[in-house]
């Protein structure tokens, strides 16, 4: 019997039987895993609390045949304000939710866990603005997924000057020359192509030394929503919410 003890985000947790639950847990050492937790519909288990969306915590898991079991967890962090806060839990929601869906069962990435904890955080505290964030935290994903779009030179001819396009497809901007090698080429402004490549530069070091214009926040949104799309060919029903909610 294989044990497991790790630190763990809790993405998602759905019912089974009449008493437990199967929580989905970004586990900093294995990945993502599923794990029963016995009992935890009772509002006296000690399980309750570990199967709470977005928990951070301490878990000692033991694999079973078809899932892993919770043996023991201790608290260390809970966003229980996110449920008082629609907004919040939205932008929390897309973040969990890119983790839930583009990662294999058991694909240890420690670069994202700490990304993902760090976002949350961040969210929590209002250190930033939340488009802006979460803008840095789909950039900081698709790197360590190893798709980081080229923003400094053509990707086609590798020029660096007339660069006023991006292509999704392609992977990156490209020049006025090459425009027409590609179909869903975007066009980028000079300002929202700096704020890129200072982001993918910087990082979240950059999130107190910028501020970012809503119109480049909104150009900057569409473009990377469409990259995220063509490359992991997947719609994030969360991302949908996260805008119907911002507009309501």
């Known amino acids: 019997m294989r044990f497991i003890k790790t630190e763990s985000i809790v ?20 990945g993502k895993v599923q794990a029963l937790a016995k009992g935890a519909r009772n509002s006296k288990s000690r399980f309750l609390g570990a199967s709470h969306p977005f928990c951070i915590g301490y878990y000692v898991l033991f694999e ?10 201790e608290l260390i962090h809970t966003f229980i304000k996110f449920e008082d806060d629609i907004l919040k839990l939205s932008y929390a929601s897309y973040y969990v939710d890119m983790v839930y869906k583009l990662l ?10 700490n990304l993902l904890k760090y976002a949350l955080i961040l969210l929590e505290k209002d250190a930033t603005n939340p488009d802006i964030l979460t803008i840095l935290y789909v950039l900081r994903f698709v790197t360590f997924m190893g798709y980081l779009p080229e923003v400094n030179n053509c990707t ?48 979240f070091h950059s999130l107190d030394k910028i501020k970012i214009p809503n119109h480049t926040i909104e150009e900057l949104d569409k473009i990377i929503t469409e990259y995220v ?20």
């Open 156 to 203: 086609s001819c590798g020029r660096k000057d007339n660069i006023n396009f991006f292509s999704p497809s392609i992977g990156g901007v490209l020049c006025n020359n090459c425009r027409n090698i590609s179909n869903d080429i975007l066009y980028i402004k000079r300002d929202t192509l700096n704020v890129l490549r200072y982001l993918l530069k910087y990082g």
């Open 11 to 30: 993405l998602k947790s759905s019912l089974i039987g009449e008493t437990d639950k199967i929580v989905t847990l970004f586990t900093k050492s294995n």
């Open 229 to 248: 799309n063509v490359h992991f060919e997947k719609n994030f029903q969360s991302k949908n919410l996260l805008e119907k909610i911002k507009n309501m």
């Open 64 to 73: 079973g045949q078809n899932y892993y079991y919770i043996d023991q967890w």
């Open 104 to 113: 294999q069962e058991e694909e240890k990435n420690i670069n994202i866990y």
